[in-house]
Every structure is written in C-alpha cells, then in structure tokens.
C-alpha cells in the first residue's frame, strides 16, 4: 500500500473543529483513502473514507485535495469523547479486501477541556 | 452496524502456557477475518490472515507455529498463542470484512485482547 504521513500529535479544544491532515504523494488512481480511529485500550474503529469528492458522514467530513495528495479529516466539534489515534490509510480497491491494512503511526489527538 | 467481538478483553498467563482467543462476526459471515498486534505506544501490526476453511496466511516474521490461527466457521477465528512468554504480552486485536464488499467499505474490528504472560 502506498504510504501515507500524519503529524504526531494534535492538540484542540473541546466544541472547536479539528482538522487532522494527511499526506499521500504516492497516491495511485485506484487507492481510497481510509480513516480509522483508535480509543484508548479499544480496537479500531471506522470513520470514513473517500475517493476523489469530499465524504461527510454523522462522524466527520473528508476533504480530498484535487491532486488526491493530501486529505483532511474535519471533526466539525470535537468532544473529549473524540481523543484518540487517527490513522490514515490508502487502500487499493482492486485488492478485493483480501488484505488486512496497513496502519501508519496515527495522529495522536489531544482535546482541552 | 456490523459487530465483531473477541474473547476475552484480557488475559493473564503463566509463562510456557498457551492462551487461545476468539473472535467473533456477530451479524455477518466473514469468509477473511485478520489478526494484529500492538505493542505498547505503538502502531497496529498485521500478523496473519485468516482464511475459512484453509491455512491462513502469516506475515514476514510471525511464527506460525506458536501463533496457531483456526478459522473454522464463517463467523469464528481463533488464536491461540502457544508456550508463551512474557514478551508475547501485548494487546492482539482481529478484523473482519463483509464478503463482497471489496476493498471500497469499512473493516469491523473486535475490541482487543490485553494478553499479560507472567
């Protein structure tokens, strides 16, 4: 899977956006761009994923780049409930899900009270 | 949504004992099912795939001797870790896709088990 690079940490307040972005230059035509989160001592779970036109869905907007080079996951209000690990990954859609994913070191989001 | 479940959250074990883990699709048959490790401030790292009703397939590096994977239903995967050691501690979590869905929709994944060998 082509690779993908996130900040380490983030740092927001809580009822203000985040914006977590990610880069991924190598970016083929047939990679998705996926976002995975991870809660402390929990098993990841699904955010969203996208394409080429931004994806908003009840958990977060993704905005994708014209070039798809770089995305953003926009949590519109984030709540402490929304600190975690975010991971960003690309997978190809003519892999037919017969892989498991490739998981990066993640965006560690830290939310102030 | 889809549900995955593993069993248990946490265990426990002896060094030189093994330690089996379940996971479970609750809604779905999942025909591929994946198991990974994470160690402490670490990132999630693929170990095997496994396939129902055939071996399953190992990552550069995982011993598939001692990290015996079982998939004999659709909707059931074990792990078993086998003789083990106190560096086998770590937090081992599995996924599972729905079939047909391909490589476009979300992987459902259990809620991790904390493996601690003593």
């Known amino acids: 899977d082509a690779k993908t690079t996130q900040p380490n940490s983030m740092e927001s307040n809580e009822e203000e956006p985040v914006h977590l972005p990610c880069n991924h230059s190598?970016?083929?035509?047939?990679?998705?761009i996926h976002w995975y989160r991870q809660l402390p001592s929990q098993g990841p779970e699904y955010v969203i994923h996208?394409?080429?036109s931004n994806v908003n869905n009840r958990m977060a907007s993704l905005a994708i780049a014209e070039d798809r080079k770089s995305s953003t996951l926009i949590l519109h209000r984030a709540t402490l409930r929304d600190a975690a690990v975010y991971y960003c990954i690309l997978r190809d859609v003519t892999g037919g899900g017969a892989d498991g994913l490739t998981f990066g070191k993640g965006t560690h989001l830290i939310i102030q009270p | 949504g889809a549900v995955v479940s593993q069993h248990p959250s946490r265990v426990i074990c002896k060094s030189g004992t093994s330690v089996k883990i379940e996971c479970r699709s609750l809604?779905?048959?999942?025909?591929?099912m994946f198991w990974y490790r994470q160690f402490p401030k670490q990132s999630l790292m693929l170990m095997a795939t496994?396939?129902?009703?055939?071996?399953?397939?190992?990552e550069q590096g995982v011993e598939k001797d001692k990290f015996l994977i079982n998939h004999a239903s659709l909707t059931l995967s074990t792990l078993t870790v086998t003789s083990a050691h106190p560096e086998d501690s770590s937090f081992y979590i599995c996924s599972a896709r729905k079939p047909g869905t391909g490589g476009v929709t979300e992987a459902f994944f259990g809620q991790g088990t904390r493996l601690t060998v003593v």
């Open positions: 190598t970016i083929s035509g047939t990679d998705y």
């Open positions: 496994s396939n129902e009703g055939s071996k399953a397939t190992y």
């Open positions: 809604d779905f048959q999942a025909t591929t």
């Open positions: 996208g394409l080429t």
